[in-house]
T-cell receptor
Framework: KAGVTQTPRYLIKTRGQQVTLSCSPISGHRSVSWYQQTPGQGLQFLFEYFSETQRNKGNFPGRFSGRQFSNSRSEMNVSTLELGDSALYLC??????????????FGQGTRLTVV | SQQGEEDPQALSIQEGENATMNCSYKTSINNLQWYRQNSGRGLVHLILIRSNEREKHSGRLRVTLDTSKKSSSLLITASRAADTASYFCATDRDRDDKIIFGKGTRLHILP
């Protein structure tokens, strides 16, 4: 059974640009959640999608958005990149919602560097 | 601000010893989960404990939850070199269903 796949693994972008990250969940999983990890702020929850609907959202500005497709694949978009957006972005998939306590399986992450 | 705070921030023990990490949180929760992360890679789910449970076991792992003290502990018994990693607790706040992670405990198992 294939795990959670995140693409790309590494990305370098310039301030002001936008970026789209992709996450392919484990087959059969309907929930995809996204997280940002930085040395300063640690791990922070961005949002969770379940059956194409955003179920909940962390405390991030509107520049961070996401969507989920009918095949459960998800994308996360960050517009007008700032230096502080440099981070490891993790996605996780689960059968049910993460906030409901379902075990989440994480991908290896996308390392975004903003210069 | 972070909901969960792990204690200690870093821990080094000899292989074979037991490791105990603690997590405190601020508001009422639905459940608490522990995760392991190796060298900035993806997280691995270890165990979930619900707010109405007090203790759970999984292999060498034992998790306790004290809702009156808003704290949880993770015990790893008979530690191995492969247990070297960062350990995070994550809480699901019942007032808004947000997942909040603690800052993590870096565990180093010495040979």
């Amino acid at each position: 059974k294939a795990g959670v796949t995140q693409t790309p693994r590494y990305l370098i972008k310039t301030r002001g640009q936008q970026v789209t990250l992709s996450c392919s969940p484990i087959s059969g999983h309907r929930s995809v959640s996204w997280y940002q990890q930085t040395p300063g702020q640690g791990l922070q929850f961005l949002f969770e999608y379940f059956s194409e609907t955003q179920r909940n959202k962390g405390n991030f500005p509107g520049r961070f958005s996401g969507r989920q497709f009918s095949n459960s694949r998800s994308e996360m978009n960050v517009s007008t990149l700032e230096l502080g957006d440099s981070a490891l972005y993790l996605c996780a998939s689960s059968w049910g919602t993460v906030v409901g306590g379902t075990e989440a399986f994480f991908g290896q992450g996308t390392r975004l560097t903003v210069v | 601000s972070q909901q969960g705070e792990e204690d200690p921030q870093a821990l080094s023990i000899q292989e074979g010893e037991n490791a105990t990490m603690n997590c405190s949180y601020k508001t009422s929760i639905n459940n608490l989960q522990w995760y392991r992360q190796n060298s900035g890679r993806g997280l691995v789910h270890l165990i979930l404990i619900r707010s109405n449970e007090r203790e759970k076991h999984s292999g060498r792992l034992r998790v306790t939850l004290d809702t009156s003290k808003k704290s949880s502990s993770l015990l790893i018994t008979a530690s191995r070199a492969a247990d070297t990693a960062s350990y995070f607790c994550a809480t699901d706040r019942d007032r808004d269903d947000k997942i909040i992670f603690g800052k993590g405990t870096r565990l180093h198992i010495l040979p």
